[in-house]
């Protein structure tokens, strides 16, 4: 009977699991259908470059699916794409401090003696309070260690401000050229939103990077009312003046800062 029950046990096991993979599996092709357009710097080695990209059967089925013009449809998207390369390229420091908070990750990526019982604590801790029991940095940010989530913060809110920026620069370009800028606009809103996607964006950390579309907007449009658009220049002035994650859902607090 203990046999019999111990191979059903480990039968059981690898269906569970074989179903768990299918299901990831599922999930990260729907995320993979989903990604239209990405600007990937290339690690420092001995030759630095970087690449636009735009996910070309992506864009097609949103084109043909809401009758978009895709002359349009890809200049629009190529805005938002080029606007990083502007940022990272335009902005003398802002490679080297963006790979800084990088390997600042990888080196604080060592043992943490009680993580286990830490994490344990923190989960019972956020359930008692009816917080949600993963954050908007999902796994990885429940598993990191205090330092390790301080560069998380600075990373959340140097790509806030990032996104924000490439997002405004995008609409505001594109409501001057483009006919059908406003409903393209919507829809890419839309999809951000889609709440079936909700639950696996938390668990993956992916919810963050929904986030810092709409924080770094919220940001970017809460400055230029407060103080002009001239005002964003302070932020590519150097990494000191960079907007922490606390200023990202406070703009005047930025702008006392460094104003």
């Not at 259908?33 to 990937?40: A, D, M, P, S, T």
């Not at 800084?100 to 019972?124: D, Q, S």
């Not at 990373?155 to 920026?165: D, F, I, K, P, T």
């Amino acid at each position: 009977g203990i046999r019999m029950a111990g191979g059903l046990a480990s039968g059981s096991g690898r269906i569970a699991k074989r179903l768990a993979a299918a299901e990831l599996g599922s999930l990260l092709g729907v995320i993979s259908r989903r990604v239209l357009g990405q600007y990937e710097l290339v690690l420092p080695s001995s030759e630095r470059g970087d690449t636009v990209f735009l996910v070309a059967p992506n864009i097609f089925a949103l084109e043909r699916n809401n009758q978009f013009r895709p002359d349009e449809f890809r200049f629009w998207l190529a805005l938002h794409e080029s606007a990083h390369r502007l940022q990272f390229v335009g902005v003398p420091w802002m490679q080297d401090y963006f790979f800084g908070l990088v390997k600042g990750l990888i080196a604080n990526a060592e043992p943490e003696k009680g993580r286990l019982k830490r994490v344990a604590g923190e989960l019972r801790k956020a359930s008692s309070q009816g917080r949600p029991i993963i954050g908007d940095s999902g796994l990885l940010g429940l598993m990191a260690s205090p330092s390790q989530r301080e560069q998380l913060d600075k990373v959340q809110a140097l790509m806030s401000l990032l996104e924000g920026h490439g997002h405004v620069v995008m609409d505001r370009i594109g409501a001057r050229v483009l006919v059908t800028q406003k409903r393209m606009a919507g829809l890419i809103k839309r999809r951000r939103q889609d709440p079936r996607m909700a639950a696996f964006l938390r668990i993956t950390g992916m919810e963050m990077k929904m986030r810092q579309y709409e924080l770094g907007e919220k940001f970017v449009l809460g400055v230029e009312e407060v103080a002009g658009w001239r005002a964003l220049d302070l932020a590519w002035q150097s990494p000191e003046t960079l907007p922490t994650i606390a200023e990202i859902e406070d703009p005047p607090l930025w702008l006392a800062r460094v104003g």
